[in-house]
């Protein structure tokens, strides 16, 4: 998939185009994305989002569900062809919503807007789909999904539900990480971990013990503290199954399947190892939510 940070860098053609922020690229959006795609008989399906959130700009505290590199793949992974990525700004938010369409989505070709029914645009977000209408575009209006919504799946990540919430993004929760040095605690005790930097913007799930995946290789996830150890510091861990490499450096994905339990502080070392190892076992016979 082709990406743009500029309008200009796009060629002018006729195009299907999909807009909004659609962080986490959750099952709403998907929609809205699947009604450009539909409608782009002749034209590229196209989708128009934005970088950092709208809501991040305004001075609202935001968690997102997904990196901008991670939206862009799974957008790719949904047949858009290329993405305009718009810098938001203030002087962005202050654009007329006549202005906001000329300069973002008449100026690369669009024939066709798609956008879920709650999008608004452009000064005081008084810009509709409407407005698309009467600059000349095909527009169509994609209806909510009940019960879907990025909010109602941080609530649910935030209560360790994150197979209800793998319900509402139509992929398993997940957690998206570069591999660090830590504590390197794990390979002594027989259970080598990858330690994850996230930032500092990105949504994590409740504290507690998961089972889940990465990389093609089920994983055990640990995150929180680490209360046994006295930990402070919010840590996440992952020991892949059955894998030997050098992940140090790289960007690892993690699905979240299942919480198993709470963290907890244990009796001994020993005592530690022997839980450890059933959740490796619990984590072998775990199944991939499945989603609509």
């Known amino acids: 998939m082709n990406v743009a940070r500029f309008p ?15 962080d986490g690229v959750h099952r709403g959006h998907q ?10 008989a002749g034209r590229t399906p196209t989708v128009v989002t934005f970088d950092p959130h709208p809501r991040e700009v305004l001075g609202y505290e935001v968690e ?18 290329e993405t305009l990525v718009v810098e938001f700004t203030p002087e962005l938010a202050g654009l007329a919503p006549e202005e906001f369409l000329e300069a973002y989505v008449l100026a690369i070709g669009a024939e066709t807007l798609a956008a879920g029914e709650s999008f608004r645009f452009g000064r005081g977000r008084t810009g ?28 649910l ?6 197979r209800a919430a793998a319900e509402l993004l139509g992929r398993p929760l997940e957690v998206e990480g570069i591999v660090v040095s830590g504590d390197a605690r794990g390979g002594t005790l027989g259970f080598p971990t990858a330690n ?21 290789n089920r994983a055990a996830v640990s995150i929180g503290v680490n209360p046994h150890y006295g930990g402070a510091e919010r840590r996440i861990e992952a020991f892949l199954l ?46 991939r939510p499945l989603t609509p």
């Open 8 to 22: 200009r860098e796009l060629e002018r053609r006729p195009r299907a185009v999909a807009i909004g922020t659609f």
């Open 31 to 40: 929609a809205v994305i699947a009604a450009a795609v539909e409608s782009s």
């Open 64 to 81: 997102l569900l997904s990196t901008l590199e991670r939206r862009l793949e799974l957008l790719a992974g949904l047949g858009v062809e």
């Open 128 to 155: 509709d789909l409407a407005f698309g209408e009467h600059v000349g575009l095909q527009t169509r209006l994609v209806p909510l999904v009940p019960g879907v919504s990025s909010t109602a799946i941080r609530q």
């Open 157 to 162: 990540a935030a209560a360790g539900e994150v």
């Open 196 to 216: 994850l930097r996230i930032d500092h913007s990105l949504l994590v799930p409740a504290y507690g013990i998961y089972a889940g995946a990465a990389g093609g």
């Open 242 to 287: 059955d894998f030997e490499g050098d992940l140090y450096g790289s960007r690892l994905v993690l699905e979240l399947w299942d919480r198993l339990r709470d963290e907890a502080s244990f009796d001994s070392e020993s005592a530690l190892v022997e839980q450890i190892a059933k959740d490796v076992e619990a984590t072998r016979a775990a199944t």
